[in-house]
Protein backbone atom coordinates (compact mmCIF):
# COMPACT_ATOMS: atom_id res chain seq x y z
CA UNK A 1 0.00 0.00 0.00
CA UNK A 2 1.48 3.20 -0.74
CA UNK A 3 1.45 6.04 1.65
CA UNK A 4 -0.79 8.66 1.47
CA UNK A 5 -0.28 11.79 0.01
CA UNK A 6 1.12 15.04 1.70
CA UNK A 7 -0.97 17.85 1.29
CA UNK A 8 1.08 20.58 -0.52
CA UNK A 9 2.54 23.11 1.75
CA UNK A 10 4.57 26.26 1.72
CA UNK A 11 5.17 28.07 5.12
CA UNK A 12 4.09 31.90 4.21
CA UNK A 13 6.47 33.93 6.50
CA UNK A 14 8.69 34.39 3.76
CA UNK A 15 6.87 35.73 1.13
CA UNK A 16 4.77 37.48 3.90
CA UNK A 17 8.20 38.90 5.34
CA UNK A 18 9.32 40.08 2.01
CA UNK A 19 5.93 42.04 0.95
CA UNK A 20 5.85 43.95 4.47
CA UNK A 21 9.23 44.78 3.68
CA UNK A 22 8.32 45.96 0.27
CA UNK A 23 5.56 48.12 2.22
CA UNK A 24 8.08 49.52 4.26
CA UNK A 25 10.56 50.46 1.71
CA UNK A 26 8.28 52.45 -0.23
CA UNK A 27 7.00 54.23 2.86
CA UNK A 28 10.64 55.43 3.39
CA UNK A 29 11.08 56.47 0.25
CA UNK A 30 7.51 58.53 -0.22
CA UNK A 31 8.31 59.79 3.46
CA UNK A 32 5.89 57.91 5.03
CA UNK A 33 5.41 55.80 7.49
CA UNK A 34 4.92 51.64 7.43
CA UNK A 35 2.36 51.56 10.30
CA UNK A 36 -0.10 54.01 7.76
CA UNK A 37 -0.26 51.77 5.20
CA UNK A 38 -2.30 48.65 5.69
CA UNK A 39 -1.84 45.12 4.57
CA UNK A 40 -5.02 43.11 2.82
CA UNK A 41 -4.29 39.26 1.99
CA UNK A 42 -6.94 39.15 -0.97
CA UNK A 43 -7.60 35.26 0.00
CA UNK A 44 -9.66 34.55 -3.64
CA UNK A 45 -9.58 31.40 -4.98
CA UNK A 46 -7.25 30.01 -1.80
CA UNK A 47 -8.04 27.42 0.17
CA UNK A 48 -9.09 27.56 4.07
CA UNK A 49 -5.81 26.15 5.30
CA UNK A 50 -3.45 28.29 2.82
CA UNK A 51 -5.51 31.09 4.51
CA UNK A 52 -5.29 29.51 7.95
CA UNK A 53 -1.08 29.63 7.31
CA UNK A 54 -1.20 33.16 5.92
CA UNK A 55 -2.94 34.45 9.72
CA UNK A 56 -1.10 32.16 11.42
CA UNK A 57 2.06 33.72 9.53
CA UNK A 58 0.94 36.96 10.44
CA UNK A 59 0.68 36.09 14.09
CA UNK A 60 4.26 34.83 14.52
CA UNK A 61 5.30 37.80 12.96
CA UNK A 62 3.65 40.04 15.28
CA UNK A 63 4.96 38.20 18.31
CA UNK A 64 7.97 38.70 16.87
CA UNK A 65 7.37 42.59 16.41
CA UNK A 66 4.46 44.24 17.98
CA UNK A 67 4.92 47.04 16.15
CA UNK A 68 2.98 45.38 13.00
CA UNK A 69 -0.71 45.85 12.34
CA UNK A 70 -2.76 42.67 11.95
CA UNK A 71 -3.53 41.88 8.20
CA UNK A 72 -6.89 41.95 7.06
CA UNK A 73 -8.01 39.57 4.81
CA UNK A 74 -10.04 40.24 1.33
CA UNK A 75 -12.76 38.26 -0.42
CA UNK A 76 -13.95 38.86 -3.71
CA UNK A 77 -16.75 36.29 -3.67
CA UNK A 78 -19.11 36.12 -0.71
CA UNK A 79 -19.79 32.05 -1.69
CA UNK A 80 -15.35 32.10 -0.65
CA UNK A 81 -16.30 34.21 2.32
CA UNK A 82 -19.19 32.21 3.95
CA UNK A 83 -17.09 29.22 3.44
CA UNK A 84 -13.54 30.08 4.79
CA UNK A 85 -14.87 32.51 7.78
CA UNK A 86 -16.64 29.67 10.06
CA UNK A 87 -13.65 27.49 9.77
CA UNK A 88 -11.46 30.65 11.11
CA UNK A 89 -13.26 32.05 14.40
CA UNK A 90 -10.69 30.87 15.78
CA UNK A 91 -8.29 33.57 14.64
CA UNK A 92 -10.46 36.37 14.46
CA UNK A 93 -9.85 37.87 11.18
CA UNK A 94 -11.27 40.75 9.98
CA UNK A 95 -12.79 40.21 6.60
CA UNK A 96 -13.49 42.64 3.71
CA UNK A 97 -15.45 42.24 0.67
CA UNK A 98 -13.29 43.79 -2.08
CA UNK A 99 -15.50 42.28 -5.43
CA UNK A 100 -18.84 43.20 -6.55
CA UNK A 101 -21.54 42.67 -3.93
CA UNK A 102 -25.12 41.21 -5.20
CA UNK A 103 -28.03 42.22 -3.37
CA UNK A 104 -29.17 39.09 -2.57
CA UNK A 105 -25.72 38.22 -0.74
CA UNK A 106 -25.64 40.80 1.26
CA UNK A 107 -27.37 39.39 4.35
CA UNK A 108 -24.37 36.47 3.97
CA UNK A 109 -21.67 39.22 3.33
CA UNK A 110 -22.43 41.27 6.83
CA UNK A 111 -22.59 38.24 9.02
CA UNK A 112 -18.90 38.29 8.43
CA UNK A 113 -17.83 41.21 6.94
CA UNK A 114 -16.71 44.50 8.94
CA UNK A 115 -16.05 46.42 5.76
CA UNK A 116 -17.24 46.25 2.04
CA UNK A 117 -14.73 48.20 -0.18
CA UNK A 118 -16.95 47.65 -3.30
CA UNK A 119 -19.63 49.85 -2.95
CA UNK A 120 -20.49 51.62 -6.07
CA UNK A 121 -24.19 52.80 -6.40
CA UNK A 122 -26.53 54.12 -3.91
CA UNK A 123 -28.67 51.39 -4.76
CA UNK A 124 -25.89 49.16 -2.55
CA UNK A 125 -25.46 51.29 -0.18
CA UNK A 126 -29.24 51.82 0.88
CA UNK A 127 -29.79 47.78 1.24
CA UNK A 128 -26.29 47.63 3.24
CA UNK A 129 -27.91 50.62 5.04
CA UNK A 130 -30.94 48.49 6.26
CA UNK A 131 -29.14 45.34 7.25
CA UNK A 132 -26.71 47.00 9.08
CA UNK A 133 -29.04 49.37 11.07
CA UNK A 134 -29.09 46.50 13.86
CA UNK A 135 -25.41 46.18 14.39
CA UNK A 136 -23.34 47.19 17.40
CA UNK A 137 -21.16 49.11 15.34
CA UNK A 138 -21.44 51.26 11.67
CA UNK A 139 -20.88 48.81 9.20
CA UNK A 140 -17.80 50.48 7.38
CA UNK A 141 -18.10 50.72 3.38
CA UNK A 142 -15.47 52.25 0.52
CA UNK A 143 -16.87 53.53 -2.62
CA UNK A 144 -15.37 51.31 -5.50
CA UNK A 145 -14.06 54.31 -8.40
CA UNK A 146 -13.16 53.27 -12.12
CA UNK A 147 -10.82 56.03 -12.30
CA UNK A 148 -9.05 54.49 -15.35
CA UNK A 149 -12.82 54.30 -17.32
CA UNK A 150 -12.08 50.75 -18.70
CA UNK A 151 -15.77 49.15 -18.79
CA UNK A 152 -14.15 45.57 -17.58
CA UNK A 153 -13.68 47.37 -14.25
CA UNK A 154 -16.12 47.88 -11.58
CA UNK A 155 -16.74 51.24 -9.66
CA UNK A 156 -18.94 54.90 -10.10
CA UNK A 157 -17.09 56.92 -12.29
CA UNK A 158 -15.06 59.98 -10.99
CA UNK A 159 -17.29 62.42 -12.03
CA UNK A 160 -20.46 61.13 -9.95
CA UNK A 161 -17.92 59.87 -6.96
CA UNK A 162 -18.42 62.83 -4.66
CA UNK A 163 -22.05 63.48 -4.96
CA UNK A 164 -22.33 59.51 -4.15
CA UNK A 165 -19.80 59.95 -1.50
CA UNK A 166 -22.11 62.50 0.22
CA UNK A 167 -25.45 60.43 -0.14
CA UNK A 168 -23.41 57.54 1.48
CA UNK A 169 -21.57 59.02 4.24
CA UNK A 170 -25.93 60.64 5.44
CA UNK A 171 -27.13 57.02 5.90
CA UNK A 172 -27.59 55.51 8.65
CA UNK A 173 -25.55 52.36 10.14
CA UNK A 174 -22.96 53.34 7.84
CA UNK A 175 -19.57 54.26 7.95
CA UNK A 176 -17.92 56.10 5.03
CA UNK A 177 -14.19 55.28 5.81
CA UNK A 178 -12.83 55.80 2.05
CA UNK A 179 -11.96 55.18 -1.60
CA UNK A 180 -11.25 52.02 -3.63
CA UNK A 181 -9.91 51.30 -6.98
CA UNK A 182 -8.55 48.67 -9.07
CA UNK A 183 -5.43 50.72 -11.30
CA UNK A 184 -5.01 50.90 -14.96
CA UNK A 185 -4.02 48.09 -17.18
CA UNK A 186 -1.16 49.44 -18.11
CA UNK A 187 2.43 49.51 -18.40
CA UNK A 188 3.35 52.97 -17.66
CA UNK A 189 4.01 54.02 -14.36
CA UNK A 190 2.40 57.53 -15.41
CA UNK A 191 -0.84 56.41 -16.25
CA UNK A 192 -1.50 53.94 -13.40
CA UNK A 193 -0.13 56.78 -11.18
CA UNK A 194 -2.94 59.54 -12.52
CA UNK A 195 -5.81 56.95 -11.76
CA UNK A 196 -4.27 56.67 -8.25
CA UNK A 197 -3.84 60.77 -7.99
CA UNK A 198 -7.40 61.32 -9.33
CA UNK A 199 -8.13 58.91 -6.16
CA UNK A 200 -6.77 61.25 -3.61
CA UNK A 201 -8.21 64.04 -5.19
CA UNK A 202 -11.61 62.85 -4.78
CA UNK A 203 -11.04 61.04 -1.60
CA UNK A 204 -9.44 65.09 -0.52
CA UNK A 205 -12.62 66.38 -1.82
CA UNK A 206 -15.45 64.60 0.15
CA UNK A 207 -13.03 64.75 3.11
CA UNK A 208 -12.95 68.58 2.86
CA UNK A 209 -16.65 69.24 1.93
CA UNK A 210 -18.07 69.58 5.53
CA UNK A 211 -20.99 66.88 4.22
CA UNK A 212 -21.87 64.82 7.66
CA UNK A 213 -19.69 62.69 8.27
CA UNK A 214 -17.56 62.17 5.41
CA UNK A 215 -14.45 63.77 7.34
CA UNK A 216 -14.49 59.84 8.37
CA UNK A 217 -13.27 58.80 4.50
CA UNK A 218 -9.72 59.56 4.76
CA UNK A 219 -9.04 55.34 3.18
CA UNK A 220 -7.48 54.61 0.04
CA UNK A 221 -7.64 50.64 -0.98
CA UNK A 222 -5.28 50.83 -3.92
CA UNK A 223 -2.16 49.23 -5.00
CA UNK A 224 -1.88 45.10 -5.59
CA UNK A 225 1.13 42.78 -5.74
CA UNK A 226 2.85 44.41 -8.94
CA UNK A 227 2.28 47.85 -8.57
CA UNK A 228 2.18 48.68 -4.24
CA UNK A 229 5.48 50.65 -4.48
CA UNK A 230 3.13 53.05 -7.12
CA UNK A 231 -0.24 52.86 -5.13
CA UNK A 232 1.76 54.15 -1.68
CA UNK A 233 3.87 57.29 -3.21
CA UNK A 234 0.30 58.15 -4.68
CA UNK A 235 -0.88 58.02 -0.91
CA UNK A 236 -2.85 54.20 -0.96
CA UNK A 237 -3.49 53.99 2.92
CA UNK A 238 -4.17 49.87 2.38
CA UNK A 239 -2.86 47.62 -0.58
CA UNK A 240 -4.22 44.52 -1.67
CA UNK A 241 -2.16 42.03 -2.09
CA UNK A 242 -2.33 38.57 -3.50
CA UNK A 243 0.15 36.51 -5.51
CA UNK A 244 3.23 38.31 -3.69
CA UNK A 245 2.16 36.22 -0.77
CA UNK A 246 0.30 33.04 -1.98
CA UNK A 247 2.54 32.69 -5.20
CA UNK A 248 0.43 31.75 -9.04
CA UNK A 249 0.24 28.37 -8.09
CA UNK A 250 -3.47 26.69 -8.76
CA UNK A 251 -5.18 26.39 -5.47
CA UNK A 252 -8.83 24.87 -4.86
CA UNK A 253 -11.34 27.37 -3.50
CA UNK A 254 -11.59 25.61 0.77
CA UNK A 255 -14.61 24.36 2.32
Known amino acids: MEPAAVPYHVPLDAPLAAVRDRVARACAAAGRRPQDVTLLLASKAQTTATTREALEADARARAADPSLRPVLLGESKVQELVAKAPELVDLSP ?17 RWASCVESVASLDLARRLSTRASGRATPLDVMLQVNVSGEPTKQGVTPQDAVPLAVAVGALEGLRLVGF ?3 GARSDDD ?25 ASASGLSMGMSGDLELAIACGATMVRVGTAVFGSRPAVAGR
Open 180 to 182: MTI
Open 190 to 214: RVVGEGYDLLRTIRDEVVSSGAPRT
Open 94 to 110: AWHVIGPLQSNKVNAAL
